[in-house]
Nanobody, 126 residues
Framework: QVQLVESGGELVQAGASLRLSCAASGRTFSRSAMAWFRQAPGKEREFVAA????????AYADSVKGRFTISRDNAKNTVYLQMNGLKPEDTAIYYC???????????????????WGQGTQVTVSS
C-alpha cells in the first residue's frame, strides 16, 4: 500500500522557519516528480512547489518564491519543503503529492499527481 506521510507542521510566529517532510512508503518514487500543495481555510487547494525526479528542476508559486525551497532525498524516499520567512498568509494544511509516472517533469496541476498525503497543519501567527 502506497503512503505519503507529511510531518513538521506546527504553530510558529511570523518570520520563523519550518521544514516539512514527506516520507513515502509502499513503492519508490525516486524516478517520479513530487510536489507540495496547500489549502487555507475557506480556499481552494493551491500549488506551492514541485520537483522532478532528479531534483534538477524545481518550480514554485510566486507567493513562495525566494522563501521556500523544495528538495528530495531519493535514498530515503523523502521530499522536503524548507519554509523561511513565514507569513500569516502561509497558514494552511500542506499536502505532499507524487506522480505515478517515471521521469515526469512535475506540474503545477493537481491532476498530474496520483498519490496524496493526509496533510500537515502549518499555522503562522502575526
Amino acid at each position: 500500500q502506497v503512503q505519503l506521510v507529511e510531518s513538521g507542521g506546527e504553530l510558529v510566529q511570523a518570520g520563523a522557519s519550518l521544514r516539512l517532510s514527506c516520507a513515502a512508503s509502499g513503492r519508490t518514487f525516486s524516478r517520479s516528480a513530487m510536489a507540495w500543495f496547500r489549502q487555507a481555510p475557506g480556499k481552494e487547494r493551491e500549488f506551492v512547489a514541485a520537483i522532478n525526479w532528479s531534483g534538477g528542476n524545481t518550480a514554485y508559486a510566486d507567493s513562495v518564491k525566494g522563501r521556500f525551497t523544495i528538495s528530495r532525498d531519493n535514498a530515503k524516499n523523502t521530499v522536503y519543503l524548507q519554509m523561511n520567512g513565514l507569513k500569516p498568509e502561509d497558514t494552511a494544511i500542506y499536502y505532499c503529492a507524487a506522480d505515478d509516472r517515471q521521469y515526469g517533469p512535475g506540474s503545477v496541476s493537481e491532476d498530474v499527481y496520483d498519490y496524496w498525503g493526509q496533510g500537515t497543519q502549518v499555522t503562522v501567527s502575526s
